[in-house]
């Protein structure tokens, strides 16, 4: 068990159009999330906590009106990259925490964004 | 805050030899520490917490170790495969219940 699983695996757009990438937990509820920004051959980088039903905390020098996290329901929390540009090229993350305890984290697969 | 430390080289090691890799970190003491193996393209797959007042864990060819003395925690994987070649990653607890990871460390393995 606990699975979560990311859409889309990959996406390619242009410069200035918005993206959502989708993180689900498969088979348990997951009252918080975490979206994670890793550049290449850099470590994770923690962007903000999702939580279900209330507004995402976001880590110092995210910028929260441009990558967008909704937390929707305790299975699916969504983040809008706007506007994006060739920076926000990366590979994007989400985790999942299973019950309260802070050390049960599943990570998704990844979404590779490149932005032309 | 805490910076996780790793040696970010490739690590070469022969066939059924132990790979060491080392984890440092640089502030206050941790409560755990965990390790991850992530594949290139993949998302990082959790593979043992050790606990501050662990000396030790083992998880068949796998095993952690942690001394706050040193501020540092050791993996290692006796019998080293090739499938074992991979990125593997340190982290503690960071910001808002996320984690704080380190670079991680390209382990290969040579047949």
């Known amino acids: 068990g606990a699975v979560v699983s990311q859409h889309p695996s990959w996406v390619i757009c242009k410069s200035g159009t918005s993206v959502k990438i989708e993180c689900r937990s498969l088979?348990?509820?997951?009252?918080?999330m975490f979206w994670y920004r890793q550049f290449p051959k850099q470590s994770l980088m923690l962007m903000a906590t999702s939580n279900e039903g209330s507004k995402a905390t976001y880590e110092q020098g995210v910028e929260k009106d441009k990558f967008l996290i909704n937390h929707a329901s305790l299975t699916l929390s969504t983040l809008t990259v706007t506007s994006a540009h060739p920076e926000d090229s990366s590979f994007y993350i989400c985790?999942?925490?299973?019950?309260?305890?802070?050390?049960?984290?599943?990570f998704g697969p990844g979404t590779r964004l490149t932005v032309l | 805050s805490q910076k996780i430390e790793q040696n970010s080289e490739a690590l070469n090691i022969q066939e059924g030899k132990t790979a060491t890799l080392t984890c440092n970190y640089t502030n206050y003491s941790p409560a755990y520490l965990q390790w991850y193996r992530q594949d290139p393209g993949r998302g990082p797959v959790f593979l043992l917490l050790i606990r501050e007042n662990e000396k030790e864990k083992r998880k068949e060819r796998l095993k952690v170790t942690f001394d706050t003395t040193l501020k540092q925690s050791l993996f290692h994987i006796t019998a080293s495969q090739p499938a074992d070649s991979a990125t593997y990653l340190c982290?503690?607890?960071?910001?808002?219940?996320?984690?704080?990871f380190g670079k991680g460390t390209h382990l290969i393995i040579q047949p």
């Open positions: 985790s999942a925490r299973r019950g309260s305890s802070y050390n049960e984290q599943f």
């Open positions: 982290a503690t607890r960071g910001g808002a219940d996320g984690l704080t």
């Open positions: 088979d348990f509820q997951a009252t918080t």
